[in-house]
């Protein structure tokens, strides 16, 4: 009996250690709200309350060896936001190129385009839980879309609609093309 009983319980002290130990919040799930995207939607400069795809889009950031997104056609999109400390103005760069199919063919009267926007923000770090850790939000966006050097743009003007990026159910900025 005493045999037995030095292999119980040593087994029921792990199980009990196992089954207590644990609590709910150990595993961050996949529905669990993290740092948020940047939210573009592309506009009809022409009628500004319709939403206008931009065609064959590319979009590289700053800094970034790969795209973002490549050679779609779409209405909005999402881009990561770089952010090193909180609350110091951070800045992210991205090339925003449309018409990309137009850089292989042979036809001279077609072209790619390729705009710059600057978006400006101030990360914010907001504790989610013990296993999913923190999270970023920003605050006080800002955009800018650089002309230097750029005699054709197709961003005719961009508008910052919600200047803290919290989660990904609207859009924060406004492209018109």
């Known amino acids: 009996m005493v045999r037995y009983l030095k292999i119980v319980c040593p087994l029921l002290a792990i199980l009990g250690y196992l089954v207590l130990g644990c609590e709910k919040d150990d595993i961050c799930a996949e529905t669990t709200a ?24 590319t979009v590289k950031g700053e800094g970034l060896d790969e795209e973002i997104i490549s050679n779609t056609t779409t209405d ?8 090193q400390e909180e609350g110091i103005t951070a800045i992210s760069r991205f090339e925003l190129k449309i018409n990309t199919d137009y850089d292989s063919d042979t036809e001279e009267t077609t072209a790619s ?5 600057e978006v ?3 990360p914010e770090f ?3 839980s013990r296993a999913c850790g ?11 879309v ?3 050097n750029d005699e054709d743009i197709w961003i005719i003007n961009a508008v910052t609609v919600n200047t803290t990026i919290e989660n990904e159910t609207a859009a924060h900025i406004n492209i018109y093309h």
């Not at 993290?34 to 889009?57: G, W």
């Not at 909005?76 to 952010?83: A, E, T, V």
């Open 34 to 57: 993290t740092t948020p995207h940047l939210i573009i939607r592309f506009y009809d400069v022409n009628n500004p309350t319709n939403t206008l795809s931009a065609r064959k889009l």
């Open 76 to 83: 909005s999109i999402l881009l990561p936001l770089n952010f």
């Open 113 to 117: 385009n390729t705009d710059i926007i």
């Open 120 to 122: 400006n923000y101030t």
């Open 126 to 128: 907001v504790y989610v």
């Open 134 to 144: 923190y999270k970023s939000t920003f605050a006080g966006t800002e955009i800018d």
């Open 146 to 148: 650089d002309e230097t």
